[in-house]
């Protein structure tokens, strides 16, 4: 981040609580009165699990600041949130930007979407966490059918036929080229049978490896799935990625599957190969299986490894101290970690989704949702979009006003850093101010009666 970018945001995040608006109780005849203090304003939402990780850090900061708030949020799927939100079962959602309320959901909010005050205060990415194969990812020395890959000069007495078929532990990143991910994502062969999309050692993804061959029980075995049975941006943003970098892939899996209603694409996944399951926490626990896959079975056909798509934050909960440290505890043991794989953006880098990626990636496209896919932004990350906390524009008491506002410009400034600290980008400057104007409106919007007054 530059200088310059660092001063404007700290200048947002200034003007987050001074000239901020804020609302009083007036009594006839007297001066303007704040309004009641409680011991905390107890704030409820639902949705993304961009914020899952360092939602206990937040709240712990809202705890104990000057106007307490009790933070209850629950990374749940984001279309259960909205619709939630507007059954008035909740007092927020965090959802993505790019992705409405639907009609059925406006129908329960007065006012339709004018109900409604949206903020941007998180960067969400997808990352792609790896279950490597059984024993970790091996290559072969080299291929016996293509000189090309023996060792120069070879060794003595060397034979083809038997040293190439040497194993060494593979050390580099894991890349998976978008065609293969997408084939990997949706479990989609491809028309050659010899040469499946989604196979390890598809040329490819050998290429992209810089290795002849890896070691998998078969040569066309490829990674189980594991992901979210709850509707959720995750499933959006991940066909939205195979559509747009593989629409062979796409409509190649379209014709394997007729009956599934891929278009126009949802929160949920048409047609799964693998597992699903609710929440994130669950989904990445299936990958615990020592290489045989989200199913578990170890026999030579199975045990091909695993991926799911999810915020990369949560390798903080698979790591030492994570929830789920004791279930990946021994993989850890046997030297075979879960990884996140490093993918092309539009300029042609190989890029993990790392703090520095994902803000190149929202700072070049703001909002627009998967900016650096199709944009030549280098060093971005391309899964990258932007989550909006939506609240009443109508109704809150002034308690729950006072605590919303205060939420938003929290979130969009100081706690921030809680984001980039597990690994999430940050907010670029024109959107926290757009956030900021959000929480001012909010403040407005829900001033209604002569009993009220703003101040600023």
């Known amino acids: 981040m530059s200088d310059r970018l ?36 107890v704030l409820n939402g639902e949705g993304s699990s961009s914020l899952d990780v360092q939602t206990v850090a937040l709240q712990n900061e809202l705890a104990s600041a000057k106007s307490w708030i009790n933070l209850k949020y629950i990374p749940i799927g984001t279309q259960l949130a909205r619709d939630d939100l507007a059954a008035k079962q909740d007092d927020f959602a ?24 949206s903020a941007p205060i998180q960067v969400a990415t997808l990352g792609t966490f790896v279950e490597q194969p059984q024993g970790g990812f091996q290559s ?32 580099g990143p894991i890349r998976i080229p978008s065609r293969n991910l997408a084939a990997m994502y949706l479990h989609y062969i491809g028309t050659n049978f010899s040469s499946p999309l989604l196979a390890w050692n598809n040329p490819d993804v050998l290429k992209a490896f810089g290795v002849s061959s890896l070691v998998t029980p078969s040569p066309l075995s490829g990674p189980a799935y594991s992901g979210r049975s709850d509707p959720d941006e995750i499933n959006f943003y991940l066909q939205t990625f195979v559509k747009t970098a593989a629409p062979d892939v796409w409509d190649g899996n379209k014709q394997v599957h007729p009956a599934v ?7 949920r996944l048409g047609q799964v190969v693998g597992v699903v399951r609710q929440g994130v926490e669950q989904q990445l626990e299936q990958l615990a299986q020592f290489g045989c896959g989200v199913l578990g079975q170890c026999d030579a056909a199975a045990a091909d490894g695993g991926l799911a798509p999810a915020p990369p934050s949560e390798m903080k909960n698979l790591q030492p101290g994570g929830r789920s440290a004791l279930i990946f ?7 075979q970690p879960i990884l996140l794989a490093e993918m092309q953006n539009a300029n042609g880098d190989w890029v993990a989704p790392t703090t520095d990626a994902i803000d190149k990636a929202v700072d070049a496209g703001g909002s627009n949702p998967l900016f650096a896919l199709t944009n030549k932004v280098p060093g971005a990350y391309p899964l990258v979009w932007v989550d909006n906390l939506y609240a009443p524009a109508h109704g809150l008491s002034i308690q729950k006003t006072e605590g919303m506002a205060m939420l938003i410009r929290y979130l969009a400034t100081t706690g921030q850093a809680r984001s980039t600290a597990v690994g999430e980008g940050r907010l670029p400057a024109q959107l926290v101010a757009q956030a900021l104007t959000a929480a001012d409106q909010l403040v407005r919007s829900n001033c209604v009666g002569g009993d009220r007054k703003i101040v600023s």
């Not at 804020?22 to 704040?34: E, F, R, Y």
């Open 6 to 41: 660092r001063r404007a945001i700290r200048a947002l995040a200034a003007a987050a609580f001074v000239g901020a608006l804020s609302v009083v109780l007036t009594a006839p005849g007297s001066n303007a009165l704040p309004a009641a203090n409680q011991p905390f304003v």
């Open 94 to 117: 965090i959802s993505a930007s790019g992705i409405p309320f639907s009609a059925d959901e406006l129908k329960q909010l007065p006012g339709g979407a004018s109900g409604l005050i």
């Open 140 to 171: 072969f020395l080299c291929n016996p059918d293509d000189p090309s890959t023996y060792p120069n000069p070879p060794p003595p007495n060397f034979d083809p036929t038997v040293d190439c078929f040497n194993r060494t532990p593979y050390k």
């Open 261 to 267: 209603p891929w278009d126009p694409i949802t929160e």
């Open 329 to 335: 505890a021994p993989m850890r043991q046997a030297n």
